[in-house]
């Protein structure tokens, strides 16, 4: 019976996960980006009535240097041959913003309102996190200590980015 099958010549194009790594480490940037956009129409009016006064312009300037810094860091962490330092800060970075999503959705449910962020933080934040989390794995871009610290820095971050929304 074997020799009655027909064999196809093998006519696969190996996919080359080297060209994902770009894709993958810009995510932070591409998140803040778009996640910043939903915010800032109505995020400091939100946190004023939530939290401490907040006003637009505050919002928006001070995300200004923030967003210029992950952009650094995940310009960084492209690099051909970058070191692992900047992966593991990308990577913290995008880890930050799956609890800033868990954030979002969790004040939402909290406080019964639409909580500006929580579209992009559902829908861009979280399968972006995944993804990055999945293909960190599975290409063994970082070593398991290194996804620990990644996480545990991405984890500083975010409480410190909550924290700030009681400063006012």
């Not at 080297?18 to 129409?41: D, G, N």
């Not at 401490?52 to 300037?61: I, M």
């Not at 051909?80 to 979002?104: D, E, K, M, T, Y």
Request: hydrophobic share 60%; glycine share 4%.
């Amino acid at each position: 019976m074997a020799d009655t099958l027909e064999t196809r010549p093998d006519t696969a194009v190996a996919l080359d996960l080297s060209k994902f790594r770009p894709l993958m480490l810009w995510a932070p940037f591409v998140v803040f980006v778009v996640h910043t956009l939903e915010e800032i129409p109505g995020f400091a009016a939100w946190t004023s009535l939530h939290f401490a006064p907040l006003t637009t312009e505050a919002f928006a300037l001070s995300h200004i240097p923030l967003i210029l810094l992950v952009l650094l860091c995940s310009w960084q962490a492209t690099r051909p041959r970058a070191a692992s330092g900047w992966v593991v800060i990308a990577v913290a970075l995008q880890w930050q913003f799956a609890v800033n999503a868990i954030f979002h959705l969790g004040a939402a449910a909290w406080f019964g309102d639409y909580s500006p962020g929580m579209v992009t933080a559902a829908t861009v934040a979280l399968p972006a996190t995944l993804m990055l989390l999945t293909w960190v794995r599975r290409e063994s871009v970082l070593t398991a200590t290194q996804l620990a610290a990644a996480i545990a820095i991405g984890s500083a971050i975010a409480a410190a980015a909550i924290s700030v929304l009681f400063l006012g």
